[in-house]
Nanobody
Framework: QVQLVESGGGLVQAGGSLRLSCAASGGTFSGYAMGWFRQAPGKDRDFVAAVFRNIGSTYYQNTYAASVKGRFTISRDNAKNMVYLQMNSLKPEDSAVYYC?????????????????WGQGTQVTVSS
């Protein structure tokens, strides 16, 4: 069983930055695909970013939603069982609850249905 706990959300002005953290416990963290998703009120849970390695590979790769590419950066620290989301140049439309997710199978990482484990979420609010 994997447990995920997000932190780092808050209120920030447009153009500002926030860094979200996700602490993982249980399982073999280095083998998991880790993703960030977000959900605004009344909307679907959308993919933000993921970091994963293909089966048999030692290299991790990142992928991003078009809406955040160039502004957000996902990273992981396997020694600390942590994954991060650095968010720069924030916009009001980035406001949402942000969720950390883990998948034991690194496929279709942009789809929330691919992930078995989820954190409780952290609120990000960007004021204009």
């Amino acid at each position: 069983q994997v447990q995920l706990v997000e932190s780092g959300g808050g209120l920030v002005q447009a153009g500002g930055s926030l860094r979200l953290s996700c602490a993982a416990s249980g399982g073999t963290f280095s083998g998991y695909a880790m993703g960030w998703f977000r959900q605004a009120p009344g909307k679907d849970r959308d993919f933000v970013a993921a970091v994963f390695r293909n089966i048999g590979s030692t290299y991790y790769q990142n992928t991003y939603a078009a809406s955040v590419k160039g502004r957000f950066t996902i990273s992981r620290d396997n020694a600390k069982n942590m994954v991060y989301l650095q968010m720069n140049s924030l916009k009001p439309e980035d406001s949402a609850v942000y969720y950390c997710a883990a998948s034991t199978v690194p496929v279709a990482v942009q789809y929330h249905s691919s992930y078995e484990y989820w954190g409780q979420g952290t609120q990000v609010t960007v004021s204009s």
